[in-house]
């Protein structure tokens, strides 16, 4: 059965960094982190490419940093200068090994505030 669970959100002050963490369960492989606003859609933030390299969004590049920890199936992403601007919802997204289903996270809230 395939489970993925995000942990790390919270509140933070601008400037300030939090690091999340999606980890996985089953026949899965994370593809990638989402977030998603308050009226708004669901955008991709970073994510890891069939190459094996990485991409993120404009908005967060340089601040945030995606990586993977193979021996404990976990996604983390680090993000660092934070802005209110990045406040939202962030999902972590994977798909099934063998059948391409995606699958997603319940969702961590980051709410940068001062």
């Known amino acids: 059965q395939v489970q993925l669970v995000e942990s790390g959100g919270g509140l933070v002050q601008p400037g300030g960094s939090l690091r999340l963490s999606c980890a996985a369960s089953?026949?899965?492989?994370?593809m990638g982190w989402y977030r998603q606003a308050p009226g708004k859609e669901r955008e991709l933030v970073a994510g890891?490419?069939?190459?094996?390299?990485?991409n993120y969004a404009s908005s967060v590049k340089g601040r945030f940093t995606i990586s993977r920890d193979n021996a404990k199936n976990t996604v983390y992403l680090q993000m660092n200068s934070l802005k209110p601007e990045d406040t939202a919802v962030y999902y972590c997204?994977?798909?099934?090994?063998?059948?391409?289903?995606?699958?997603w996270g319940q969702g961590t809230q980051v709410t940068v505030s001062s």
């Open positions: 997204n994977g798909q099934h090994l063998l059948t391409r289903v995606n699958y």
């Open positions: 089953g026949m899965v492989y994370v």
């Open positions: 890891f490419t069939s190459g094996g390299g990485t």
